[in-house]
């Protein structure tokens, strides 16, 4: 279970024994929305509400179909704690003039949050998709594992950045197993690539 399902847990009551379901241990993401389906069959007369975290979320997103098909009426409430914001007040990381590159930034989140910290400093943004419009960064469209993206990310600093940080995922499948693999694999390509652009005191950073 997750940050955010520890708070739901304490600010939702729940008057009734057996109505507050999550997973114990280890937190599975992308559990809510298929139980939720489940209990709504086993339960018709009960209402249920899925809440789950706007990552986690992803991977069972397709059985919204299987929500359609047996017309079920479930409300979903999607959960963003701002994870670089809470991560950054954690560890005191960004601060303003750094250079900070965002690999994976679409739609733009975490570089918002970083353009309004950093100040004067540099962002550079990549990201297959289109990223949403924010002043004084430096986008790039395109594939971050593509060798001239990553010459043109570097065409664009002088000197070793302060900051490397990395949202990236692969558009899932709903097979856990595969998904992580291949978020993990990006994760990696993130990693061996900082190494070559980032200062020896500089932060990385990937969910």
Known sequence: ????????????PMDIPNQWHHPYGFGTLGYALPAAIGGAVGQPNIPVIVIAGD??????????????????????VLWDNYKLKEIDEKFKIFKGGMTVIDIGAAPGSW???????VKSGKLISIDLKEIDLIEKTIQIKGDFTDTEVQNEIKS?????????ISDMAVNTTGIKNIDSIQTGELC???????????????????K
């Open 1 to 12: 279970m997750t940050q955010f399902a520890y708070v739901a847990k304490e600010v939702i």
């Open 55 to 76: 990552y986690g979320f992803q991977y069972t997103l397709q059985e919204l179909a299987t929500a359609v098909e047996l017309r079920l009426s479930i409300p979903i």
């Open 111 to 117: 570089s918002q949050y970083v353009s309004k910290v």
């Open 156 to 164: 664009h600093i002088q000197n070793k950045v302060d900051a490397v």
């Open 188 to 206: 990696k390509d993130a990693m061996f690539f900082s190494k070559e652009i980032i200062s020896r005191d500089g932060y990385f950073i990937s």
